[in-house]
């Protein structure tokens, strides 16, 4: 009996010291379904996450020691979601279902039927405009609520006529020969003509009679902006204008009252746009009442290169017939 006992005592011994262990006992992860949780040899804590938008926190789910129920369950929430979680579990052995969770975000409904995203487009409207080429429409009108103005009008891209310009101008005569004859009207006392040569109709209103004589105001047409400006040069010859036909020259004609004596000049624009004096050509009568007519003419610079005298009938009269005049320079 006595051999038996030491054994005993020393196996006890190593017993109670700890030397013996179950080696086929397993660290197992806790499972939860429920809120049932499966035996297990340490303490764990399992976290549960719900998917949600940004401005949502995240649920925490935390278990005490393993093989006791969850005691509770805290969640923070700011708002509902509109998220659904979805499971996704394995059967086990045991009976026990053995899973996690996840959430799955709902896709939202759509209730558009027309899948055309594309905005209509709207049509950018443009203001009329007017071709400053095209000078067919315009007209000149007066007011007697504006003395002193003239209307310019034309016509417009979108077919209306608009008054888009005023000029100062001296009416006074216009004014008194309407009052005189009702039968007149403006366009009697203006007149369209290309003066410098561009096709493009310049502008001569008369603003009084001297003798026989017009007084004229001129103004020349831009074509690149369709209005008309002031016109220095022409408004220095004072009347009116023509244009010859056979040579284009620019030509001024100054008659007396008796008919007889006149004196006309001619004028051509140079390559730098300058009206240049090209000749003059005057008639009158001598002491012994003879008509003669004096010829000057110009080179392109203005400069004097050649004078004659002739009479009426296109004899020629020597320079020092000492009745022949000559122009003032």
């Excluded at 109670?16 to 992860?29: H, W």
């Excluded at 009158?284 to 009442?289: A, P, S």
Aim: hydrophobic letters at 25%.
């Amino acid at each position: 009996m006595k051999k038996y006992i030491l054994p005993v005592i020393g196996l006890a011994l190593l017993t109670g010291c700890g030397k013996v262990s179950d080696s086929n006992v397993d660290d197992k992860p806790i499972n939860i379904v429920s809120g049932t949780v499966e035996a297990s040899s340490r303490e764990n804590d399992t976290y549960e996450s719900e998917a949600a938008s940004d401005s949502k926190k995240s649920s925490h789910t935390t278990t005490k020691l393993a093989g006791e129920k969850v005691s509770g369950t805290t969640t923070d929430k700011t708002k509902k979601s509109n998220v659904q979680p979805a499971t996704r579990a394995n059967g086990g052995s045991d009976g026990v279902v053995h899973g996690t969770t996840r959430a799955v975000p709902v896709a939202p409904r759509n209730n558009n039927t027309n899948p055309t995203t594309a905005e209509p487009t709207q049509e950018q409207t443009q203001a009329p405009s007017f071709d400053t080429k095209n000078c067919d429409s315009i007209s000149l009108s007066f007011d007697e609520k504006t003395p002193n103005k003239i209307g310019i009008s034309r016509e417009y891209s979108d077919g209306k006529v608009r008054e888009y310009q005023h000029l100062s101008v001296d009416t006074t005569y216009i004014q008194e020969q309407l009052e005189k004859d009702p039968s007149k009207k403006i366009t009697d006392f203006f007149k369209k003509v290309d003066l410098d040569g561009d096709t493009l109709p310049d502008l001569c209103i008369y603003e009084k009679e001297d003798g026989l004589n017009m007084v004229c105001r001129y103004y020349r047409y831009d074509p690149e902006t369709g209005v008309y400006s002031s016109w220095n040069e022409l408004n220095a010859l004072k009347y009116e204008v023509s244009v010859d036909a056979n040579n284009g020259m620019l030509e001024v004609c100054f008659k007396r009252d008796d008919k007889i004596e006149y004196e006309t000049k001619s004028y051509e624009w140079n390559a730098q746009k300058q009206l240049v004096l090209r000749s003059f050509v005057h008639q009158y009568t001598n002491d012994e009442n003879v008509v003669l007519i004096e010829y000057i003419d110009y080179d392109e610079n203005g400069i004097e290169s050649s004078r004659r005298v002739e009479d009426s009938s296109g004899q020629r009269i020597e320079p020092s017939d000492p009745d022949t005049p000559h122009e003032e320079e």
